[in-house]
């Protein structure tokens, strides 16, 4: 069990250090005191407010991190936060540099943008698929090209081993 004034202390030590962390860093924060369920809206403020400029350069990992945090909390900046973040999973930047795992968790957590409380998967507003549709269909789109490659590698083996079959016939 985690005490509260041991996560009030690190948001506070942090909080005021935010500028100097990683995107990494800053990431595995927002997601840790998530992870651990303490909400402190003051200290998400400043996370949103480090992160939101961020947000075009940040690996999709981290990304994902830090919506599923905003996302699981629920807290106060959550929804404006949520909304920037679906804007650049959106951004065409962005096509074929999102997994489909990426794309799901994003979608879980934009749900929130839309001010959907539950956490049950039913709950995906269909404003939130819509809104990471683009992504989808780029992730397809890359699934696709991978699996034409792949296939037309394994037709030039099979052709190969054929040829030298009647090769050893002849």
Known sequence: VVQHGLMVRIARAAGSRLGTFRSQELSNLAWSF??????????????AAEAEPRLATLEPQHLCNLAWSFAVLTTEPASQF????????????????LSLLAVSSLAWALRFAEGTETTEPEALTETAVLKTAPQFQ??????????GRELDLLGNVARQR?????EEVS
């Open 34 to 47: 998530a992870t651990l369920g303490h909400c402190d809206d003051s200290f998400f403020r400043a996370v």
């Open 82 to 97: 949520l909304r920037a973040v679906s804007a650049e999973a959106a951004s065409t930047r962005r096509r074929g540099q």
């Open 138 to 147: 780029a992730v397809t789109e890359q699934l696709s090209l991978q699996l």
């Open 162 to 166: 054929d040829a030298a079959q009647e």
